[in-house]
């Protein structure tokens, strides 16, 4: 079983930024297909970015047409993280923030998803 967790999220003004984290104990995450999601609340849960394993240390980034150029996904292999750096936040951004992870590749749904983190939560005020 892989435990994500993450961690950086909290309150920050509209505008601002905020970098979450994922990690786990135990095992790498460097040959994982790796995703963050949201939602807010009322609403279904919704894709955020993506960041699929293709091979060695090589990965493939997708965003959802809602944060593209404001929200970046990355890793760092070494201390086995994933981040999702995210700025110009707005009102909208608010949700709790789920990191994913799958042994095949992930999409934009959650179907795919093998391992969910318990999230964090992003609140962006006016």
């Known amino acids: 079983q892989v435990y994500l967790v993450e961690s950086g999220g909290g309150l920050v003004q509209a505008g601002g930024s905020l970098r979450l984290s994922c990690t786990t104990s135990g095992r790498s995450l460097s040959r994982y297909h790796m995703a963050w999601f949201r939602q807010a609340p009322g609403k279904e849960r919704e894709f955020v970015a993506s960041?699929?394993?293709?091979?060695?240390?090589?990965?493939?980034?997708n965003y959802a047409e809602s944060v593209k150029g404001r929200f970046a996904i990355s890793r760092n292999r070494a201390e086995n993280m994933l981040f999702l750096e995210m700025s110009s936040l707005q009102t909208e951004s608010t949700a709790l923030y789920y990191c994913a992870a799958a042994s095949s590749r992930l999409g934009e749904t959650s179907s795919g998803v093998d391992y969910w983190g318990q999230g964090t939560q992003v609140t962006v005020a006016s």
């Open positions: 960041s699929n394993w293709i091979g060695s240390n090589v990965y493939s980034t």
